[in-house]
């Protein structure tokens, strides 16, 4: 690992220590003898274009010039050896408030910053190619529509690892199979691909000590703009002060609050697949909320 961050980084390291990276992966500050501080996450025997998959999405990202996205220093994608390295992103508080600072909210920057990351669209749903969520494959192949994306390239597939690996019973996994061909008349208005991040909880949301508001760990694609805001949601980062700047740059379709569920349902799958837990529950209540309105 040394030897390979020596030839990418083009210094040698000075030192390194452990620091938090999530579940999947092991995080390190390294520390190069430039001066530089990086930002380096690895795997063992991670799936191949596993880092890669993920560099392109944050490269993808910042090209909307709407929010801070780390810069991608160096990838490796390699038998023996596979990594990402950023920039170091030095955090500032609890809450993302820096004393003194005169910025915004940093509710109402992330609010606007979305919006517009969001407006900075696609040509068409999806991705240049397929990528992760987390430790799971997610499918990105271009289609004409969003309901047909959202049911071939995301539910459908989940829904059928689950049942395989014993994580949803068969009443569900129907109810899943009938939500999907009724979406059509569920994700709402037709609306232009917007530029996701794809794996939007609040632990993807970091502030740092200048005030600036930074989005990390993408499973980045082109879809509704809404599956964003839901997980946000989900996972209690979508305060109201995000929602009612995010709606002062780009306002939301009618009935976006019926649709918080749907788009709930995704990365509940993604949860159940990975933790189990709770997580079956809370599935089963998005998928019965849908089928309910279906029976009556």
Same mark, same amino acid.
């Given at each position: 690992?040394?030897?390979?961050?020596?030839?990418?980084?083009?210094?040698?390291?000075?030192?390194?220590?452990?620091?938090?990276?999530?579940?999947?992966?092991?995080?390190?500050?390294?520390?190069?003898?430039?001066?530089?501080?990086?930002?380096?996450?690895?795997?063992?025997?991670?799936?191949?274009?596993?880092?890669?998959? =993920?560099?392109?999405?944050?490269?993808?990202?910042?090209?909307?010039?709407?929010?801070?996205?780390?810069? #991608?220093?160096? =990838?490796?994608?390699?038998?023996?050896?596979?990594?990402?390295?950023? =920039?170091?992103?030095?955090? +500032?508080?609890?809450?993302?408030?820096?004393?003194?600072?005169? +910025?915004?909210?940093?509710?109402?920057?992330?609010?606007?910053?979305?919006?517009?990351?969001?407006?900075?669209?696609?040509?068409?749903?999806?991705?240049?190619?397929? %990528?992760?969520?987390?430790?799971?494959?997610?499918?990105?192949?271009?289609?004409?529509?969003?309901?047909?994306?959202?049911?071939?390239?995301?539910?459908?597939?989940?829904?059928?690892?689950?049942?395989?690996?014993?994580?949803?019973?068969?009443? /569900?996994?129907?109810?899943?199979?009938?939500?999907?061909?009724?979406?059509?008349?569920?994700?709402?208005?037709? =609306?232009?691909?917007?530029?996701?991040?794809?794996?939007?909880?609040?632990?993807?949301?970091?502030? *740092?000590?200048?005030?600036?508001?930074?989005?990390? *760990?993408?499973?980045?694609?082109?879809?509704?703009?809404?599956?964003?805001?839901?997980?946000?949601? /989900?996972? %209690?980062?979508?305060?109201?002060?995000?929602?009612?700047?995010?709606?002062?740059?780009?306002?939301?379709?009618?009935?976006?609050?019926?649709? #918080?569920?749907?788009?709930?349902?995704?990365?509940?799958? #993604?949860? #159940?697949?990975?933790?189990?837990?709770?997580?079956?529950?809370?599935?089963?209540? +998005?998928?019965?909320?849908?089928?309910?309105?279906?029976?009556?």
């Amino acid at each position: 690992m040394t030897a390979a961050l020596r030839a990418a980084l083009g210094s040698e390291v000075r030192e390194s220590a452990t620091c938090a990276g999530g579940d999947i992966n092991d995080a390190y500050r390294v520390q190069l003898q430039d001066g530089r501080r990086v930002f380096v996450k690895t795997r063992e025997c991670a799936p191949s274009r596993f880092f890669v998959s =993920e560099a392109d999405g944050l490269r993808w990202l910042a090209e909307a010039g709407a929010l801070r996205i780390p810069e #991608v220093l160096a =990838e490796c994608d390699t038998p023996r050896t596979s990594f990402l390295a950023l =920039e170091w992103i030095e955090r +500032a508080p609890r809450g993302g408030q820096v004393p003194g600072s005169q +910025a915004a909210d940093p509710h109402e920057r992330l609010g606007r910053g979305l919006a517009l990351l969001h407006q900075s669209g696609s040509e068409s749903f999806g991705f240049q190619h397929d %990528g992760f969520i987390g430790p799971l494959p997610q499918r990105n192949r271009s289609v004409s529509t969003w309901a047909e994306f959202y049911g071939e390239q995301r539910l459908e597939p989940l829904a059928r690892l689950a049942r395989d690996r014993g994580c949803i019973d068969g009443s /569900l996994a129907r109810m899943l199979a009938s939500l999907c061909e009724r979406l059509d008349a569920l994700v709402g208005p037709s =609306e232009s691909p917007a530029r996701l991040h794809g794996d939007l909880w609040s632990g993807n949301v970091l502030y *740092d000590a200048k005030g600036e508001v930074w989005l990390i *760990d993408p499973a980045a694609y082109a879809g509704h703009r809404e599956v964003d805001l839901a997980m946000l949601a /989900l996972f %209690g980062g979508l305060d109201r002060r995000v929602l009612d700047a995010y709606e002062e740059v780009s306002p939301l379709a009618d009935g976006h609050s019926e649709r #918080v569920r749907l788009y709930q349902i995704y990365p509940l799958l #993604v949860h #159940v697949l990975l933790f189990g837990g709770g997580y079956g529950a809370q599935l089963r209540e +998005a998928v019965a909320f849908y089928e309910a309105r279906r029976t009556r």
